[in-house]
């Protein structure tokens, strides 16, 4: 029987409600250096000092800046001073809430 559709399931094309809210942290995690940057700064349970993050990366140090103004304004991260230096920690409540999301993705294989 041939049909007009290759899935014969019923698709729900609705968001769910604050998927709004996680497209900007998405975008944010999708780019590699900062990505890699959210998996440094949550290895570091109390935060991460900027001038610890910059070494690990073979950018300049604008180009660091950038990325790391990116996860804060995305949510991502969240920042305290103390002196001249910048400190990041992962803000857990927007990370979990992006994993949450994710894990609702499920593959069949």
């Known amino acids: 029987m041939a049909t007009d ?3 014969t399931r019923e698709v729900n ?3 769910r409600e604050g998927d709004a809210d996680l497209v900007q942290p998405l975008k944010a995690l999708a780019h590699p250096v900062r990505l ?3 998996e440094l700064i949550a290895s570091c ?3 991460m000092c900027v001038c610890d993050i910059e070494p690990a990366f073979a950018l300049s ?3 660091i800046s950038h990325h790391l103004r990116l996860l804060r304004e995305a949510g991502l991260v969240e920042t305290s001073q103390s002196g001249t230096w910048v400190f990041y920690k992962v803000n857990q409540p927007t990370f979990m ?3 949450r999301r994710l894990a609702l993705v499920v593959v069949k294989e």
């Open 5 to 7: 559709t290759c899935c």
């Open 13 to 15: 094309s609705s968001t």
């Open 36 to 38: 890699r940057m959210i």
């Open 45 to 47: 349970e109390d935060g």
């Open 61 to 63: 140090q604008p180009t």
């Open 97 to 99: 809430a992006v994993v």
